[in-house]
């Protein structure tokens, strides 16, 4: 019989009714969207002035020392000589030279006949060789050095490991995006170093002179974030990408830069040269298509010629020294006269006539191959990265352990995941029955957290709890595209396989189960988030934090539950935010993942694996510099001493055994040191990506202390 306090009730004691009507999982994500929509909106006000310039090396990835060298490279063969073209006053070398610890960057040196009047690096667009650009001919004809870096192309990665026979739609900027990104590094950074590095041995050179930049499309974004860097970059001239940044969510995802407009526009990025000249031509970008065959959605689009005024107008306001260059047809064709002659003006260099600069045949290039390499290199060191960086965890005892990793988790929640403000919405539920069976009652509820942002699941309470009884609550979690109700009363035949009822089963021995909506699903809209939530230093883990938090909130306020008594159970997704969330939350005394546990930073970056994500269209699942800081042994430590536990079937697509078993070995090793190794377990189970049910009952059933 159910207690008095349910009897016939349709909502909640001490709750409001829910009256919110159509699908609950559109109107989260819906707000979820206006939140950030707002907050983008409104970034542009809240920017630091000056920003860091460390700050700003360090999210585009350009944190590693560069080498030091003392001249350039030939590169030639027997059938292509190093010098390929002679010019008016100058010639042009193909040449190398030394980056980083095991990567160079290759391209072109124009070299004037006499002493340089300027040095110059010149970036072309990602798709363009350095043979193929003309204006470079121009500055050297004018008397100054130019080196011309080769940049990735936007071409398909086609195959990218021999033994693993997949070809890759996906751009080449992209993949080298992906896992570059979870290494705490960037394509952009990366392309960035290998300018500096020119300049590095630019000012190493006699006779001293002026050194600028200057680039279109890609090599625009280059040079005006080099030049942001750099100090020893006198001027720089940038064509083709100078505009508002606060659509970057629709841009190629190989923009996508964490936390950048936190402190960062166009124009805050130009603000940091002054007082050097920052000369702007507006004329038309790169454009590409809205989408890739392959990979994740994205486009370049020309800004409107009013967007880049407005934004030079910004830039201007915070103190930068800018001109606009603009020529006869400028909004069509980059790189004009007009544009070149105002950049030489500002390292007090006459722009010399040319009437017509070649285009050179190109050689074959291993630009890509030889930066992935690189990265996979860092990749294969993650492990001694992560062991630096914990350095200070203290495991002697498990009081030590909790207090030297407050840190760590300080360090997880705003620097990996992103951390949203408390919430401004006062804590008032709403609630209405769903389900009304013999053993428990299902009500909906609904949370605010902020305006249009709210948490949203379905809670069953047991119909024989007594007056004044406490019970413990399991927090059950559905995986991608899923939803509370699949884990009640599934209504298809995968469902059911998948998640088993396992939140009805639960109820059905008496727990209380709360199942919660996350906002994974509707596939593109929620990664679009992720894209729109990245830029100002979010994620879709920072809404599904703040979500459980104020859950976790609400459920320690209902008289029949114990709040001490709460654990967590999730599959497949529910599964990775049981390694991201429960060990936040201090709330969560218990954690159970499934289905997604294993060796994580090789599945994310390592191109030897081939269950790793660098091959699938999951774009949204990087993680900045997750990489040098957790891998998923490390997040379930974060539990302890609390009681965690992994359920793995060993059909389960998502991982393999042995990687699994890896990953826990270092955590029931950490649990068994700390003399609590009867609180870290794991069940293999013969079955696929599913619910078991079996030994996590068992395990939830103990450590919650019920029955």
């Not at 860097?229 to 970057?248: C, K, M, N, T, W």
């Not at 030889?370 to 630096?388: F, P, T, Y």
């Not at 800081?629 to 991982?655: K, S």
Request: overall charge neutral; proline content about 8%.
């Amino acid at each position: 019989m159910a207690p008095a306090f349910l009897l016939l009730l349709q909502v909640l004691p001490g709750t409001q009714p829910l009256t919110l009507e159509g699908d609950p999982a559109a109107h989260m994500l819906a707000g979820i969207d206006s939140y950030l929509d707002r907050e983008t909106f409104n970034s542009t006000k809240r920017r630091p002035n000056p920003p860091s310039r460390d700050g700003l090396a360090r999210i585009l990835g350009v944190v590693d020392k560069r080498v030091r060298f003392e001249t350039l490279s030939l590169v030639e063969s027997v059938s292509r000589p190093a010098e390929i073209h002679r010019g008016p006053g100058y010639r042009v070398l193909t040449v190398r030279w030394p980056v980083l610890d095991g990567l160079d960057a290759e391209g072109l040196l124009f070299q004037p006949d006499g002493a340089p009047k300027a040095r110059i690096v010149a970036l072309p667009d990602a798709d363009q060789a350095p043979e193929q650009v003309e204006w470079p001919h121009k500055l050297a004809a004018s008397g100054a050095q130019v080196i011309v870096p080769a940049l990735v192309d936007r071409s398909a990665a086609g195959l990218v490991e021999p033994a693993i026979p997949r070809r890759l739609n996906q751009s080449r900027r992209e993949f080298l995006y992906r896992e570059a990104f979870e290494m705490g590094r960037h394509l952009i950074g990366y392309e960035i170093q290998k300018a500096l590095a020119a300049v590095d041995w630019f000012a190493r050179q006699e006779p001293k002179v002026p050194i600028a930049a200057a680039g279109y499309g890609e090599g625009g974004l280059l040079a005006l974030h080099s030049a942001a860097l750099d100090g020893r970059i006198a001027a720089a001239l940038v064509s083709g990408y100078f505009g508002p940044r606060e659509q970057l969510w629709r841009e190629p995802v190989y923009r996508n830069v964490w936390g950048l407009l936190r402190a960062w526009g166009d124009a805050d990025v130009a603000a940091m040269m002054a007082p050097r000249r920052l000369i702007i031509e507006p004329s038309r970008c790169p454009e590409t298509p809205a989408r890739p065959p392959e990979g994740a959605p994205g486009v370049l689009i020309t800004p409107s010629l009013g967007e880049v005024l407005g934004e030079v107008e910004r830039a201007k306001l915070l103190g930068a020294s800018i001109t606009l260059a603009s020529d006869r047809g400028g909004r069509d064709y980059p790189m004009m006269d007009t544009a070149l002659a105002a950049l030489l003006d500002a390292v007090n260099v006459r722009l010399s006539p040319l009437d017509r600069a070649p285009r050179l045949s190109a050689p074959g290039r291993r630009t890509f191959e030889d930066l992935h390499a690189h990265i996979q290199a860092v990749v294969r060191g993650s492990e001694r990265a992560r062991k630096a960086f914990w350095a200070n965890a203290d495991a002697s005892s498990v009081e030590k352990w909790k207090e030297s990793t407050r840190p760590y988790r300080r360090h997880l929640w705003e620097e990996v995941l992103g951390k949203l403000p408390p919430p401004s919405e006062a804590l008032q539920a709403e609630t209405r029955l769903q389900y009304d069976r013999p053993r428990w009652k299902g009500y909906e509820v609904r949370l605010p957290i902020f305006p249009g942002v709210f948490a949203y699941g379905v809670l069953l309470v047991p119909t024989n709890l007594k007056a004044g009884e406490k019970r413990p609550v399991v927090v059950t979690q559905h995986g991608r595209a899923g939803r509370p109700q699949e884990l009640i009363e599934p209504t298809t035949a995968r469902a059911e396989s998948v998640y088993k009822h396992f939140a009805a089963q639960l109820a059905d021995q008496g727990f209380i189960v709360y199942a919660p909506q996350n906002p994974y699903l509707f596939e593109e809209h929620y990664r679009a988030l992720q894209r729109k939530a990245n830029p100002l230093k979010l994620s879709l883990f920072s809404f599904i934090a703040a979500q459980h938090d104020r859950t976790l909130e609400w459920l320690s306020t209902l008289p029949f539950v114990d709040a001490a008594r709460i654990g967590y159970y999730g599959l497949s997704y529910g599964g990775k935010t049981a390694s991201r969330i429960p060990p936040l939350l201090d709330r969560y005394a218990v954690c159970v993942t499934s289905g997604d546990f294993g060796e994580y930073i090789g599945k994310m970056a390592s191109s030897e694996r081939p269950e790793s994500f660098l091959f699938t269209n999951e774009h949204e699942m990087y993680e900045f510099d997750l990489g040098n800081t957790f891998n998923y042994g490390d997040l379930a430590m974060l539990m302890a001493p609390r009681p965690f536990m992994v359920e793995r079937g060993h059909g389960d697509g998502v991982g393999f055994d042995p990687w699994v078993d890896y990953e826990f070995a270092r955590v029931r090793r950490h649990y068994n040191q700390m003399g609590i190794g009867g609180r870290a377990e794991i069940e293999f189970f013969v079955g696929v990506h599913e619910i078991n049910a079996k030994g996590t009952f068992a395990f939830l059933k103990k450590h919650l202390n019920f029955p």
